[in-house]
C-alpha cells in the first residue's frame, strides 16, 4: 500500500485508514470511482436506488444493459415522496455498491434472525439488500449517510467473507500437471511396482497411491464455492500467466526434473501421511511463488504467505480404504465434520527411494482442478481452468 496515497475513512470528525490486512485480500468490487447524486436527475441516471422518507425502494436493472438504469422512471408519487430532502445516496458509476458472497457463506453475513446484518447497518449508518432467497446475486449497499458508510459496510462484509472462508474446507487446488507426458507416466508406474515389491508394505497400497492419471505439482488450494468464485480465480490466474509467467519464460520451454522423495518436515517417516517426490527447478519455484503469492490477494486461499513447497504427491493416506486400529490419529482442526486418517511407516520407501529419479518433463501450463473429483474420460482431477506458457 503506498503511505502517501492511503484509502481511508472519515467517521464524523475523524479520519481512520482502510483495514490494510483486508485491502491485501481485496475482492475488487468497489475498485472505481465514486460520487453522490445530488438530484433525481443525476440519481435515475447512475442510479442505485430511490430513497424514499424513511424506506429505500430498491429499482430493478435495465435488462438491456447490465449497470444502467436509464430505463426506470419516477413516478409522480414517489417524486412528491421524496419531498424536499437532500439527495446524496452513495453510488458508482457504471457498478453500484455491490459485493458477492458464496450462497453457503450468506448465512454468516445475515446472522441468527438477522442480527449480524442488523448490527452492521446501524453502526455503518447502511441499508443491506439481500437478494431473493434461492437467487445467486450480490448484496447491494446503499447509504443515505456517506460514501464511507458504504465503504465500511462493505470492508465488514467482506471481513466475514473471507474469515468464513477459513473455516471451510478447501475446494480447488492450482497445479502443474505431470500426467500429460506418457514417458514420464510409465516411470511413474515403473516407480508404484518397485514399492510394491518391498516387504511390510500396507495391503491397501494400491488406495493410498496417486494414481498415474492425477500425478501434479501443487501449488495453492482454493476456496471456490460457486460459479463466481471460478470466474474470479479463472480471470486472476490468466492475467497471472500473461502479465508475470510468461515474460519469466520468454517464450520459452520449461523442462524439469523431478528426483528423489521426501515427506514432510513435521512428521515422523514411521508414521507418515503423505510421500512426495520434488523438483530442484528454480524457475518453476518461482513460478510457483508469483501464483501463490498473487492469488492470496483475490481472498479465494489462505492469505497467511508461506513459501510454497512444490511436491508431486506419490503416497496420501487420506485416501486410504481401511482405518486399522492403532493407527488413526485427528488431522488438522478438530471439528464435527473432521475426518480420521491413516499414517504409515515409511521408512524403508523413504531410504530405499530417496534418490530416485522419475525423469524429465516439459511444465506447459497451469491449471485450476477440483478436489477430489475424477474426470469421467480423462480419470484425472475436473478441470475448471488451464492456461498454457507456451501458445
Known amino acids: 500500500m503506498d503511505p502517501l496515497n492511503a484509502h481511508v475513512y472519515q467517521v464524523e470528525d475523524r479520519i481512520y485508514r482502510r483495514n490494510v490486512p483486508l485491502e491485501q485480500c481485496k ?8 460520487r453522490f447524486c445530488a ?45 424536499d430532502q ?31 446484518a442488523k448490527k452492521l447497518e446501524e453502526t455503518t449508518n447502511c441499508r443491506i439488500i439481500f437478494p431473493p432467497r434461492g437467487q445467486d446475486k450480490p448484496i447491494e449497499i446503499i447509504s443515505q449517510h456517506s ?6 459496510c462493505y470492508d465488514s462484509i467482506e471481513l466475514i467473507v473471507i474469515e468464513g472462508r477459513k473455516k471451510m474446507r478447501f475446494t480447488h487446488f492450482i497445479m502443474f500437471p505431470l500426467s500429460l507426458d506418457e514417458n514420464f507416466k510409465q516411470c511413474y508406474k515403473k516407480f508404484q511396482d518397485e514399492v510394491r515389491n518391498l516387504k511390510d508394505i500396507p495391503d491397501d497400497l494400491d488406495s493410498i ?19 463466481e468464485d471460478e470466474k474470479k480465480a479463472r480471470d486472476s490466474l490468466k492475467q497471472i500467466v500473461r502479465d508475470k509467467l510468461k515474460p519469466i519464460l ?10 528423489g522423495l521426501r515427506h514432510f518436515g513435521d512428521e515422523d517417516p514411521s508414521a507418515a501421511r503423505v510421500v512426495w517426490a520434488k523438483s530442484d527447478c528454480g524457475k518453476l519455484q518461482e513460478m510457483a511463488q508469483i501464483i501463490a503469492d498473487e492469488m492470496r490477494k483475490t ?46 511407516d515409511a521408512t524403508a520407501i523413504l531410504e530405499m527411494f530417496k534418490d530416485y529419479d522419475f525423469g524429465e518433463i516439459e511444465i506447459d501450463q497451469v491449471r485450476i482442478c ?9 480419470k484425472g482431477y475436473p478441470t475448471v481452468s488451464m492456461h498454457k506458457f507456451v501458445e
Open 209 to 227: 497411491f496417486m494414481t498415474p492419471e492425477k500425478i501434479h505439482f501443487t501449488i495453492v488450494p482454493l476456496w471456490l464455492f460457486s460459479s
Open 39 to 83: 438530484t433525481i436527475e443525476d440519481e435515475v441516471e447512475c442510479a442505485v436506488t430511490i430513497v424514499g422518507s424513511r424506506e429505500f425502494n430498491v429499482l430493478e436493472e435495465s435488462e438491456e444493459k447490465e449497470s444502467s438504469f436509464s430505463n426506470v422512471e419516477i413516478t409522480t408519487k414517489e417524486k412528491k415522496n421524496l419531498g
Open 250 to 259: 520468454n517464450g520459452e520451454q520449461l523442462k524439469i526434473q523431478v528426483k
Open 370 to 378: 477440483q478436489m477430489g473429483g475424477t474426470d469421467e474420460y480423462t
Open 147 to 152: 460514501a464511507n458508510s458504504v465503504e465500511r
Open 86 to 116: 437532500s439527495m446524496a445516496l452513495f453510488c458508482r458509476k457504471n457498478s453500484p455498491s455491490r459485493i458477492y458472497v458464496p450462497p453457503n457463506l450468506l448465512g454468516r453475513v445475515i446472522g441468527v434472525r438477522g442480527s449480524v
Open 299 to 344: 481472498g479465494l486461499t489462505s492469505n497467511k504467505r508461506e513459501k510454497v513447497t512444490l511436491h508431486m504427491t506419490v503416497i496420501n493416506t487420506t485416501y486410504s480404504k481401511e482405518e486399522g486400529e492403532g493407527i488413526i490419529q485427528e488431522v488438522g482442526q478438530a471439528t464435527s465434520a473432521m475426518k480420521k486418517s491413516r499414517f504409515i
Open 27 to 34: 475482492m475488487g468490487n468497489l475498485a472505481s470511482e465514486a
